[in-house]
């Protein structure tokens, strides 16, 4: 059974908390367990462009293959695949970078 707690903050501080529960990618309530278990919470910047880009990316792929199987088409040039697969992959590589 989920039990609530409340608390008293001022305005500034739950800006702050919202601020930075956003940033994570997180719920308020979400933000907050993770601080009060001394849990780290890590932020990095540019994941969801990167994600964003990841998932046009598959989509792409899985039309391809969804043609391939029907029948109209019998190659596709993976270059052009493999190169944005390669920017991606360098991409999350400097962004952990700056993490670890």
Do not use: C
Request: glycine share 4%.
């Amino acid at each position: 059974m989920n039990h609530f707690l409340r608390a008293r903050v001022p305005e500034w501080e739950k800006r702050y908390v919202k601020d930075k529960a956003a940033k994570a990618h997180m719920s308020e309530s979400e933000f907050l367990r993770y601080a009060a278990f001394d849990k780290q919470v890590t932020v990095i910047e540019g994941v969801n462009e990167l994600l964003t880009e990841l998932r046009y990316q598959g989509n792409n792929l899985n039309q391809l293959t969804v043609m391939a199987r029907q029948g109209r088409i019998e190659l596709v040039n993976m270059e052009p695949f493999m190169e944005v697969y390669e920017r991606t992959w360098q991409t999350l590589n400097s962004l952990l970078s700056h993490v670890v």
